[in-house]
């Protein structure tokens, strides 16, 4: 049975903790009687949650933050897990020396709030909130706090004017119509990227997809493309789910174009079919700001990311009244049945 008692001048505790184990908290000098209730019953709060921890025991924000990256390191994709890291290693200095316990929903507003007055652009401050959510997620699990109080501290709001330099910005989804897609891609003037983008566009294969694609993975017989790897930040990585690898069917238009392409396209050591001059693959963020950005500011279209080309394709096929099961399939999956593909009005197939 928990008591308090006065002890020296000062007032002090005297409970068991979840474990049965008998401790003792001694009251700050100065401190009334209703002071130390008011202790006490945070305390019983605390051992009834199974969440107790004797002060000198508490871990440091750095420390459960290092504990959550070590726990993930093999749970993710490299990559991502570097993201995270570099979350980890660069912006949480200010909260890295603070008891976990003594982070609250003023301290996370307070950091959101400091970092959108140095001018932290909008889309890394919701990354870095992802990663501090996920740490304090981790500090509930593991019994150092009995709720995470990043989740009813205010979000940061978006900035009068989203910056758009980096692809994966977060902004809203925007679908192309038809005239837009025959006028964005009027103003890239590269064929390469020109066919990568109407690709795109018509396959609804992700950016990293078609950039890993090889000519050994197109079915000139069943006018299919397969859908084997995909590459992100620089490395080749198989997809993360089964459901990822898949085959996606082409209409004879662009089957016609990708022949096309074929005898155009620079022989290169690894059979890609969208090599960089080099040979290599092709750099997504100069790929972005050389060719995507400027024939879509040029044609006078909505600012899109690459992936919006993707968003366009399966809105424009159910404009075409394709079944929204096989436009999830084709978009996620390997389809069953190969429905004719959509064609913009200026590319319906020849008769």
């Not at 009834?48 to 025991?57: H, M, Q, S, T």
């Not at 969208?274 to 060719?291: C, Q, V």
């Amino acid at each position: 049975m928990a008591c308090i008692s006065k002890r020296r001048g000062r007032w002090v505790i005297d409970f068991y903790d979840q474990q049965g184990v008998r401790r003792w908290r001694t009251i700050p000098d100065g401190a009334t009687k209703a002071q130390a209730k008011e202790e006490l019953r945070a305390i019983e709060e605390q051992v009834k949650k199974g969440i107790y921890l004797p002060a000198v025991k508490v871990p440091l924000f750095s420390e459960v933050a290092q504990e959550w990256i070590e726990h993930k390191q093999l749970k993710l994709r490299e990559t991502t897990w570097e993201v995270y890291e570099g979350h980890v290693q660069n912006h949480f200095g200010d909260l890295d020396y603070i008891k976990i316990t003594r982070i609250t929903i003023a301290t996370a507003e307070k950091f959101t709030t400091d970092r959108q007055v140095q001018g932290m652009n909008i889309g890394t401050l919701r990354k870095i909130l992802v990663t501090l959510g996920q740490i304090l997620s981790y500090a509930v699990r593991h019994k150092y706090i009995d709720y995470n109080p990043l989740r009813e501290a205010e979000r940061p709001r978006s900035q009068a004017k989203v910056q758009e330099d980096e692809d994966a910005d977060q902004g809203e989804m925007k679908i192309l119509t038809p005239a837009q897609i025959n006028a964005f891609l009027d103003q890239v003037h590269d064929h390469k990227y020109r066919f990568l983008f109407k690709l795109a566009v018509f396959s609804g294969a992700r950016q990293g997809e078609l950039l890993a694609l090889r000519w050994g993975e197109v079915d000139w017989r069943h006018t299919q493309i397969h859908i084997q790897r995909t590459f992100n930040n620089g490395r080749l990585f198989t997809p993360k789910t089964k459901t990822s690898k898949r085959k996606i069917d082409l209409g004879p238009v662009i089957m016609k174009e990708l022949k096309r392409w074929r005898l155009a396209c620079p022989k290169n050591n690894q059979d890609m079919v969208f090599p960089n001059d080099a040979g290599n693959h092709i750099n997504n963020k100069n790929m972005l700001r050389r060719h995507f950005r400027p024939a879509r500011k040029a044609a006078g279209c909505p600012s899109i990311r690459f992936h919006d080309l993707r968003l366009t394709n399966a809105s424009l096929r159910l404009e075409n009244g394709e079944n929204i099961k096989y436009i999830q399939a084709s978009l996620a999956r390997h389809p069953h049945h190969h429905p004719q593909r959509l064609c913009t009005p200026n590319e319906r197939p020849e008769p």
